[in-house]
């Protein structure tokens, strides 16, 4: 197995594409890996042909991004700092580099390396309608729990005029057996009254 092909195997190009100055980029040193050549190979192809790689397809990140980045580890001990600050790819400047890197298995790379910036790009916008419709959701749910606040309320409210209407019926029938029954002086008979009867 060609050395390129088993690093790009053992290493995840996912992992090695880094968010800088809001874009998805890949830094040199791990694209160089991938290809299976020196860091300053690739970058001495990219500055023959320069003129192919405008600013939005690759920029130099400055010593304050590599220190915040923590992308590159910098060692401040003598001897081990960098001497030239990495170069960034962007999607564009790595298609781009199929056009320096000629190879078929920079070719197989570069292909493996743009599909993964295309399902990065894809996950992204997925989770973005995904956190779309959650949002919709959560308002939704929001919408039905005060209203379900207000539905109880009115319960409330109206089982407590029903319970007032309920108690008012029963006082009034009360009212109504005690005046029926305090009521005992005797009647007169309804009829005609017969010259026999006194």
Known sequence: ????????????????????????????????????????????AVKR???????????????EECLRSQIVT????????????????????????????????????????????????????????LNAELEVIKSKLELLERNDEENLAAINDVSEDVRKEIDTIYQAIAALAVNTSSDSTPRKKIGFKSQNSK
């Open 1 to 44: 197995m060609e050395k390129g092909k088993k690093e790009l195997t053992d290493i995840s190009i996912e992992t090695l594409i880094y968010e800088i100055r809001g874009q998805k980029v890949m830094l040199d040193k791990d694209l160089a890996k991938l290809y299976g050549v020196e860091t300053k190979v690739l970058n001495q």
């Open 74 to 129: 910098l060692n401040t001990r003598q001897g081990h700092h960098l001497k030239y600050m990495p170069y960034a790819f962007t999607e564009q400047g790595v298609a781009m580099l199929s056009s320096v890197l000629k190879s078929d298995s920079a070719i197989e790379i570069n292909i493996r390396i743009i599909r993964t910036f295309v399902f990065i790009r894809k996950s992204i916008y997925t989770s973005q309608i």
């Open 49 to 63: 042909n320069i003129n192919r790689f405008p600013e939005d397809f690759m920029f130099q990140l400055t010593h």
